[in-house]
Antibody, heavy 119, light 107 residues
Framework: EVQLVQSGAEVKKPGESLQISCKGSGYSFTSYWIGWVRQMPGKGLEWMGI????????RYSPSFQGQVTISVDKSISTAYLQWSSLKASDSAMYYC????????????WGQGTTVTVSS | DIQMTQSPSSLSASVGDRVTITCRAS??????LNWYQQKPGKAPKLLIY???SLQSGVPSRFSGSGSGTDFTLTISSLQPEDFATYYC?????????FGQGTTLEIK
């Protein structure tokens, strides 16, 4: 079964750093893209960026460029989303999603990671 | 960035109704349009890709159409489990933006 498993919920203080993870299994990880999506409480889906697992080609939404870092460790089939200095406004649910590119839809989603940033 | 605009933002309907949700792109995206369903507390689920291709396992009452800038998602006969929020997304060019969502509620 193809699946993405995300790391657990996080509670952090403003200014702290954080890295959340998304581990893939059941398919050829390096042939896919992994995207990250933010959903703030009660709000819609926001596209953050995407990384190609074969060569680490990374594309950020302008809204998130410079605010987060997307990376991958192919050896353990895991993608990451990282903040260097969290803000309260980063409190949200974060989903990873896989994409085969081209006409394919983004069909496999992680279960989500809740990030809470509060002093 | 390509802006995606859905209408309506919310919709009340009854079981058995036929409903249509529209999605408009700010520029042509060919048929690079996906539709997702999201229920409270759950990850989104892919329903339709490439504007009109039904994702495996999705009931045939869901259908999609359109190309260029205008797209529709149709549910032919609403079932109780279809009450959820629906999002369109373009996968034509990065950033792969979503519409603002359409919440389908029970009348």
């Amino acid at each position: 079964e193809v699946q993405l498993v995300q790391s657990g919920a996080e509670v952090k203080k403003p200014g702290e750093s954080l890295q959340i993870s998304c581990k893939g299994s059941g398919y050829s990880f390096t042939s896919y893209w992994i995207g990250w999506v933010r959903q703030m409480p009660g709000k819609g889906l926001e596209w953050m960026g995407i990384i190609y697992l074969g060569d680490s080609d990374t594309r950020y939404s302008p809204s998130f460029q410079g605010q987060v870092t997307i990376s991958v460790d192919k050896s353990i089939s895991t993608a990451y989303l990282q903040w260097s200095s969290l803000k309260a406004s980063d409190s949200a649910m974060y989903y990873c999603v896989s994409w085969g590119g081209g006409w394919n839809g983004m069909d496999v989603w992680g279960q989500g990671t809740t990030v809470t940033v509060s002093s | 960035d390509i802006q995606m605009t859905q209408s309506p933002s919310s919709l009340s309907a009854s079981v058995g109704d036929r409903v249509t949700i529209t999605c408009r792109a700010s520029q042509s995206i060919s048929r690079y349009l996906n539709w997702y369903q999201q229920k409270p507390g759950k990850a989104p689920k892919l329903l339709i890709y490439a504007a009109s291709s039904l994702q495996s396992g999705v009931p045939s009452r869901f259908s999609g159409s359109g190309s260029g800038t205008d797209f529709t998602l149709t549910i032919s006969s609403l079932q109780p489990e279809d009450f959820a929020t629906y999002y369109c997304q373009q996968s034509h060019s990065s950033p792969y933006t979503f519409g603002q969502g359409t919440t389908l509620e029970i009348k």
